[in-house]
C-alpha cells in the first residue's frame, strides 16, 4: 500500500518506468550499479494479496462538487484516484475502450502485458469514478458548458513528429509513424511487419518500435540514431534489451531521402555526421564528408519525437496557448489562464514520463481541491515528516545496518527464441523473492540518518576511526569550500551539503559528509556517549486533502 | 564491541599510496574494545602511519604482550606478521625476531601493565640494548581488563571511578626510556592524531630504540573527574614541546616556516624529521636537557608531550653486536659451515 499511495500504479511503473530514481540512488556512488529499485517495486506489487480491503473508502456522502478528467491515462487516474476518496464525484472522458492511455496503447505487451494496466486502473474505475469511453472530445466549450466545477486535461501527447524527407509521400504506404503504429500492434489490428525493418530515432519509442517489429515478422530490424550512442534519448537498460534481441543501433547517421520505386520503399539514404562542440559545449552534427549510404528495407518506423495537439481547445475560451502550442500554466499548481481547467501528464509541460505524470497528477488534484474551497492554490499542504531513534539495545537497530556486498541482481528473463515468438509474451519473468530479497539487501538506508549530539560528544575519535568510507572528520571550522578540501577524505560532491556541528570543547568541530554514508550505524555503535544515534526520517508527500500548515 | 564486519565498499575516490594500497588495506580485524577506547585511536593511528610511509605489509611483524593493549595488534596491519606473546614478555621475543632477522619492521605495542608492572625488567633491557623497533605503551593507568585497579603509571592523588585515592608513586616510563639509553623518545595522547601520526611515523623510520608513550583513556574505567588520564584532564594539562612533519627521501620539501623555529634531523635512512618549535626553547638533542625539562614540567602537573628526544647517530643492537647484514635466519649450511677441509686448515694452523 505504501507502494500504491505514491505511485499510484506500482505493477505498471515497476515494469515500464523511467526510473529517474536509480541515477539518484546513493548505491551507484560506491558500487558499480545503484539498488533496482524499479523491479522491486514490481516483485512488491508481483506478491501482494488481495489489497481490496485496504483501499480507501469512498465517502457515501459525496462533497458536491463535479470534476471532469478528460483522457484515461496516468495523469488523469491519479487525480481520479486523490479527488475521489475525498468524496468529488469524477468522470473520465476518453476515446478508447478501457482506461490507462498510452501505457496501453504504446508499450508493447512484451514490456507490459495488459491484465497488469486492467488490474491498477481498475483499483481507481472502482472508486465510484464514472467513466466515459468511446468518447472522442471535440471541444472543450462543450465539455465547460457540462457544468463541471474543474476540468483536468490529461490527454498525454498524441502525435507522432513525421520525417519531412524526399519520398515520404511517394512511399507513404511503408512509411510508419511509431506510436500509430505501435498502438495498431498494441490493439491488434496489425499482427506482422516485412522482413527488413528501418527504424528511425533514438528513443524509448524507438526501442519499443524495434522491438516489437522484431516480434512481428521482422528479421534484419536495425535502429538508426541522429546523435551518437552515449545521447541517445532511450534508457540505457532499453538500448541494452534492444541490442540483447539482436538488434543493431547505428549511429550518426542523419536521413535524407526515402528511396523509392514505382511507389514502393527500397531503403533511407543517410548523410555521414560527427559532432562538433562549440566553446559553449552545444553539440552540433557536421557532415563527414563520406558519400552517403543507401540502407535498403521494405519498411519505416518513425520514431523521432512525440508533439501535443490541442485541436478541440477553442482558442476564445479563456485557455491560452504559448508559441509552441503549449498551454499557459502555473509550474506549481498546473492552473491555466482560464482558473477552473488544469493540466497534467504529457499534455502539461510536454512529453516526459509516466512517474512524472503521476506526480503532476497529485499537484493538480491538489489544487483542484484547494480551488473547490475557494482557498490560495499556493498554499500547499507540506508533507508530512517524522524522525525516530532505531536504538534497540547496544548493538541492536530496528532497521538491518549490515550492508551487502552483492552486485545488483539480473531479472530473469524467458528464453529469448520463445519470447520473441509471440509478442504477448513478457520478457521478463521478475525477480523470485529470493533474488528480490538479496537485491534489497544492497539498500544503502538513506532514510536512516546518523545524528550527532555535540553536547554530549568526548572526542575520542572512534567514530573517525571506524567508518568505512572516511567520511566523518573532527577538524578546526571554517566555511564550506574550506571545510572540504580539508576533510579525512575530501568532499567532492557539491550537490550534498555537509553536516557540521557546533563548536566542540577542543574548539574543532564535526564534518560529516553525507555524500557516501552507507548508514551502517558503526560510528553510532563505537561511541562510548551515544552522542550519534541513528533515527528513521519518514517523509510522507502531501496528497490533496491534507492540511495546509497554518502560519 | 561491535558485531559486525566493517563493510567493504569503500568510496570510488579513496586515497591510495605509492604501493596502490588504500588505508583499508592497512587495518585489521574489527576493534573488541570498548566503543571509545584511546587505543583504537592508536590502531587509526597505526594505520595512517603505515599508508603515509608506503610500508608493504608483509615487511612488518608487529608483537605485543597480554592486555586490552595487546590485544590491539589483530586491529591493524592484518596483513603483517604477528606475535602475542606471554604478559610483559613481548620486548625479549621482539629481541630475538629482530636478531634473527633484521630486515623486518619491528612494531612492539605493549600497555601501562604489561611494561611498567610485570614487564618492567624486560621493557628496561630492550631499551638499553637499543633493539631496533618502535615501542608503544598505550598509557591509560589502570588495568582495564581486571575492572580498574590503579596500574604502576597512574599519579599520586589521582582517584579511581570507585573514589579510592592512589598513594603509590607513579612510574614515568618516558622518564625510564631516556635514562636507560632510547634513541627516540616521545609522548602523545590518543586524542591527537595530528601529533601522534607523525611521531609514529619517524619512529618507524627510526634506527635504534623508538619509544613512544601514548596517553589512552580508558573510556569505562578512567574518564571521570579525578582521573588524570581522563580525556578532559590530558586536553587541559598537554604541553606539546614540538610538532613534527616526517619527510622521506624521495618526498620534496613543500613546507614553509618562519627562519629559526624548523628543526631538522636526518635520521639514519635518509628521512628528515622537521620539527616546528612550539613556546619554549626546547633542543630534542641534548638528552638531559630532556630529562630535567620532563621533571620540571611535570612538577607543575603538566603533560609533556611532542618528541623529546631524538638521536641522529643512533646505533641498534646488530650494530653493537658486529653481526652481518645478511638476516641470520637466511644465513644456510654453506655459509655457516665453511666444511671439513676450512677445519683441517684450521686445526692444523693450530697445532
Known amino acids: 500500500m505504501i507502494n500504491w499511495e505514491s505511485n499510484v500504479f506500482p505493477g505498471i511503473l515497476g515494469r515500464v518506468c523511467d526510473r529517474p530514481c536509480e541515477p539518484a540512488c546513493r548505491r551507484g556512488r560506491v558500487d558499480k550499479e545503484p539498488v533496482a529499485i524499479c523491479r522491486l517495486k514490481r516483485i512488491a506489487a508481483d506478491l501482494k494479496e488481495d489489497i481490496h480491503g485496504r483501499l480507501p473508502k469512498v465517502p457515501a456522502q459525496k462533497n458536491g462538487k463535479k470534476i471532469a478528467c478528460i483522457g484515461a491515462g496516468p495523469a488523469s487516474l491519479t487525480v481520479a484516484r486523490d479527488l475521489a476518496v475525498l468524496g468529488y464525484q469524477i468522470t473520465v472522458f476518453d476515446n478508447g475502450k478501457s482506461a490507462g492511455g498510452m501505457m496501453r496503447s504504446q508499450i508493447p505487451k512484451f514490456r507490459l502485458p495488459d491484465s497488469v494496466i486492467d488490474e491498477e486502473c481498475d483499483y481507481i474505475i472502482g472508486l465510484g469514478v464514472e467513466t466515459r469511453y468511446g468518447q472522442q472530445i471535440e471541444s472543450l466549450k462543450k465539455v465547460l458548458e457540462g457544468g463541471w466545477d474543474a476540468v483536468f486535461v490529461g490527454t498525454g501527447a498524441p502525435r507522432g513528429r513525421d520525417a519531412d524527407i524526399p519520398g515520404r509521400q511517394e512511399a507513404a504506404a511503408q512509411i510508419h509513424i511509431g506510436i500509430d503504429w505501435l498502438a495498431k500492434v498494441a490493439f491488434g489490428h496489425l499482427s506482422n511487419i516485412s522482413k527488413r525493418v528501418i527504424v528511425l530515432g533514438g528513443g524509448n519509442t524507438a526501442m519499443d518500435c524495434c522491438r516489437s517489429a522484431r516480434r512481428l515478422g521482422g528479421e534484419d530490424v536495425k535502429v538508426v540514431v541522429r546523435s551518437g550512442f552515449e545521447e541517445m534519448k532511450a534508457s540505457p537498460w532499453e538500448k541494452e534489451e534492444a541490442q540483447h534481441e539482436g538488434i543493431p543501433i547505428l549511429n550518426f547517421l542523419v536521413p535524407k531521402e526515402f528511396s523509392h520505386a514505382k511507389g514502393k520503399l527500397i531503403g533511407v539514404v543517410f548523410e555521414k555526421v560527427r559532432a562538433e562542440y562549440d566553446a559553449k559545449g552545444r553539440r552540433s552534427l557536421v557532415p563527414t564528408g563520406e558519400p552517403d549510404v543507401l540502407m535498403e528495407c521494405d519498411e519505416v518506423l518513425v520514431a523521432i519525437g512525440q508533439e501535443n495537439a490541442f485541436p478541440w481547445i477553442e482558442q476564445d475560451i479563456g485557455v491560452q496557448f504559448d508559441k509552441w502550442g503549449m498551454p499557459v500554466l502555473d509550474k506549481t499548481t498546473l492552473q491555466s489562464t482560464l482558473p477552473k481547467v488544469f493540466f497534467g501528464g504529457d499534455a502539461a509541460l510536454g512529453p516526459k514520463n509516466i512517474i512524472t505524470a503521476v506526480a503532476q497528477g497529485h499537484d493538480a488534484a491538489i489544487s483542484i481541491d484547494q480551488f473547490c474551497k475557494g482557498k490560495n492554490l499556493m498554499e500547499r499542504p507540506p508533507p508530512l515528516t517524522n524522525l525516530v531513534s532505531q536504538k534497540m539495545g547496544i548493538h541492536e537497530w530496528s532497521y538491518d545496518n549490515q550492508i551487502s556486498e552483492e552486485e545488483r541482481k539480473k531479472v530473469p528473463m524467458k528464453a529469448l527464441e520463445s519470447a520473441l515468438k509471440n509478442i504477448n509474451v513478457e520478457l521478463e519473468l521478475g525477480f523470485d523473492p529470493r533474488l528480490a530479497y538479496a537485491e534489497a539487501e544492497r539498500c544503502l538506508n538513506c532514510d536512516i540518518e546518523t545524528v550527532f549530539t555535540p553536547k554530549i560528544c568526548i572526542e575520542c575519535d572512534a567514530c573517525e576511526d571506524i567508518c568505512p568510507t572516511e567520511c566523518i572528520s573532527f577538524i578546526g571550522n571554517g566555511d564550506e569550500a574550506d571545510l572540504r578540501g580539508r576533510l579525512k577524505a575530501p568532499a567532492a560532491n557539491l550537490d550534498q551539503t555537509l553536516y557540521v556541528s557546533t563548536e566542540l570543547k577542543t574548539g574543532r568541530v564535526m564534518v560529516k559528509d553525507e555524500n557516501i554514508c552507507l548508514h551502517c550505524g558503526l560510528c553510532a555503535e563505537r561511541c562510548p556517549t551515544g552522542a550519534w544515534d541513528m533515527q528513521k526520517f519518514l517523509i510522507q508527500v502531501a496528497h490533496a486533502g491534507a492540511e495546509v500548515r497554518r502560519t | ?351
Open chain 2, 1 to 351: 564491541m561491535t558485531y559486525l564486519a566493517k563493510p567493504k565498499l569503500f568510496r570510488p575516490d579513496t586515497p591510495k599510496n605509492a604501493l596502490g594500497y588504500t588505508r583499508r588495506d592497512y587495518e585489521g580485524a574489527i576493534s573488541t574494545l570498548c566503543a571509545g577506547c584511546g587505543h583504537d585511536s592508536i590502531s587509526a593511528a597505526i594505520v595512517q602511519a603505515s599508508f603515509d610511509l608506503d610500508i608493504e605489509p608483509h615487511r612488518v611483524a608487529k608483537l605485543s604482550g597480554i592486555g586490552c593493549s595487546s590485544k590491539t595488534t589483530d586491529y591493524f596491519l592484518g596483513n603483517s606478521h604477528g606475535f602475542n606473546s606471554v604478559h610483559g614478555r613481548m620486548p625479549s621475543v621482539l629481541t630475538g625476531a629482530a636478531l634473527a632477522n633484521r630486515d623486518l619492521i619491528y612494531m612492539g605495542v605493549s600497555g601501562d601493565g604489561d611494561s611498567a608492572s610485570i614487564g618492567i625488567g624486560q621493557f628496561a633491557h630492550a631499551m638499553r640494548r637499543g633493539v631496533n623497533m618502535t615501542y608503544i605503551v598505550e598509557n591509560n593507568g589502570v588495568y582495564g581488563l581486571t575492572k580498574g585497579q590503579f596500574s604502576a603509571t597512574a599519579d599520586k592523588g589521582s582517584k579511581s571511578k570507585r573514589g579510592v585515592i592512589n598513594n603509590d608513586t607513579p612510574i614515568d616510563l618516558v622518564a625510564l626510556a631516556l635514562q636507560l639509553g632510547a634513541t627516540y623518545v616521545a609522548r602523545s595522547f590518543s586524542g591527537d592524531k595530528e601529533q601522534l601520526v607523525p611521531l609514529i611515523k619517524g619512529a618507524l623510520r627510526h634506527h635504534g630504540a623508538a619509544f613512544i608513550d601514548v596517553l589512552s583513556p580508558c573510556v569505562t574505567f578512567n574518564n571521570h573527574a579525578g582521573s588524570t588520564k581522563s580525556y578532559d584532564y590530558v586536553r587541559e594539562h598537554n604541553e606539546a614541546v614540538n610538532r613534527i612533519d616526517v619527510i622521506l627521501p624521495h618526498d620534496p620539501i613543500s613546507a614553509s616556516y618562519p627562519p629559526g623555529s624548523l628543526r631538522r634531523v636526518v635520521q639514519h635512512d635518509g628521512s628528515i624529521l622537521l620539527l616546528r618549535k612550539l613556546g619554549a626553547d626546547y633542543d630534542p638533542s641534548d638528552r638531559i636537557e630532556a630529562m630535567n625539562h620532563l621533571h620540571e614540567r611535570h612538577a607543575l602537573g603538566e603533560i609533556v608531550t611532542g618528541l623529546l628526544y631524538v638521536d641522529e647517530s643512533a646505533e641498534d643492537l646488530h650494530r653493537h653486536l658486529n653481526t652481518v647484514e645478511k638476516p641470520l635466519n637466511q644465513l644456510r649450511d654453506a655459509y655457516l659451515c665453511p666444511g671439513s677441509k676450512a677445519l683441517d686448515a684450521l686445526n692444523a694452523s693450530l697445532r
